[in-house]
């Protein structure tokens, strides 16, 4: 028999190494910070122009650029006529995050100071989420403004895409403060806003039911269960999830939306460094685990796999996740996201295979216990390979 308390750091590095490639081969960023960053030991981002294709786009045609700040350039035509500028706003709001991360625009404003257009660049926000607050105009919003109007303007954020819309506000008021001169305030970072402190609550009440011996703790579980689904899931829509973990890496941490899913991430390592909980964050905490839990309690009679059966599945859920990684190493997929039934707490954003995924999971909750979090569930698996190191 191979040696376990050998081979679980051994396979927990390798996990860890192939994590931390899958963050880089995506865009050469590990925990927000570039490989020349790394090497330069600067923090300053250094920005450029847009692109001749994004000019054109633009509807600008044969114009060339005049720096006027860093991050600002004036656009002038053939007849060496100022026509415009165009902001970076990676340069003023680089750590303002969505739900992936920063999302960089060019900023375009025409002589007269009316904001003309806005180009969203390559970002690492969730595809659904940026598209739900584009088809709901917050970027619409802002076209036809006069920037040095806009100390009394309110832009409205989208509900179900409220990161990726505040992200995109904030960045444009920040840069525009630093466009006019002003002092325009985008919306501060709540680190005490109602949703996290309800979340907070929630995750005590988590540690003191896994402490909790007295008899009638199924009442309490059946509690937690439910707060676990309305608040962490439905309201606050945290969990851990491989791609939240990804975006974790490759990010790093930032402002209050990190807040939660930091605490979330340090029970799951801290808590089953004590005994009886080394499944702390599936057990207590998992908001889909939780659904999974009060879906099963409706049909008590479960489907038993034969033991040969389970030979097999025991390793399904290790077999997805490895998967997974080698494919994010590749480069074949980042959004991982885009299939984990966890963001279907996000129905609003969430895609149909999502959604998909996530009621055929509750389905299967009614005839195997939590199904996706025994045999599929890459996220568990990720935590289980990780305290296996205690």
């Known amino acids: 028999m191979p040696n376990t308390k050998l081979l679980a750091p051994i396979a927990n590095t390798i996990l860890m190494i192939l994590l931390l490639a899958a963050a880089v081969s995506h865009d050469g960023q590990l925990f927000g910070t570039s490989a020349d960053e790394f090497e330069t030991k ?41 026509i415009g500028s165009v902001l970076a706003t990676e340069q003023y709001a680089p750590d303002i995050y969505g739900y992936g991360g920063p999302i960089p625009m060019y900023l375009f404003i025409d002589p007269a100071g009316i904001i003309t257009q806005v180009k969203i660049l390559k970002n690492d926000e969730s595809p659904s989420f940026l598209r739900k607050a584009l ?25 179900g895409a409220t990161l990726s819309s505040n992200a995109i506000n904030q960045s444009l008021t920040t840069s525009i403060s630093h466009y006019v001169g002003s002092n325009l305030q985008g919306e501060k970072p709540n680190y005490f806003s109602l949703k996290n402190i309800a979340a907070l609550l929630v995750l005590a009440l988590g540690v003191y039911a896994s402490f909790y011996k007295k008899e009638n703790k199924k009442t309490l579980r059946m509690v937690l269960l439910v707060v676990n689904v309305v608040v962490l899931g439905f309201w606050c829509g945290t969990f851990i999830s491989l791609g939240a973990l990804l975006n974790l890496v490759h990010n790093g941490v930032h402002g209050a939306s990190s807040l939660i899913f930091i605490l979330l991430v ?19 905490v998992c908001p889909y685990g939780s659904a999974q839990e009060i879906v099963g309690k409706l049909h008590k009679k479960k489907y038993q796999p034969s033991q040969k059966v389970m030979a097999y599945l025991k390793y399904s859920r290790r077999v997805i996740t490895l998967g997974l990684y080698v ?54 698996q990720t935590l289980d390979w990780s305290n296996q190191l205690d």
């Open 135 to 159: 088809a709901k105009g917050v970027v619409k919003q802002w076209i036809g403004k006069q920037v040095s109007h806009l100390s009394t303007f309110q832009p409205d954020a989208v509900t």
């Open 266 to 284: 340090a029970l799951a390592l801290i808590m089953p460094l004590f005994k009886k909980h080394k499944k702390y964050y599936c057990t207590w």
């Open 327 to 380: 494919a994010m190493w590749l480069g074949v997929s980042t959004d991982i996201m885009g299939f984990e039934p966890f963001a279907a707490f996000l129905f609003q954003n969430a895609s149909w295979l999502v959604l998909t995924v996530a009621i055929l999971g509750l389905i299967s909750a009614l005839f195997v216990p939590k199904g996706w979090c025994r045999f599929a569930c890459p996220a568990g």
């Open 42 to 82: 600067e923090t300053a981002l250094i920005t450029t122009p847009p692109s001749s294709e994004v000019m054109a786009e633009a509807n600008y045609q044969k114009t060339h650029f005049s720096k006027r700040d860093e991050g600002v350039w004036d656009i002038i035509n053939q007849e060496n006529k100022t």
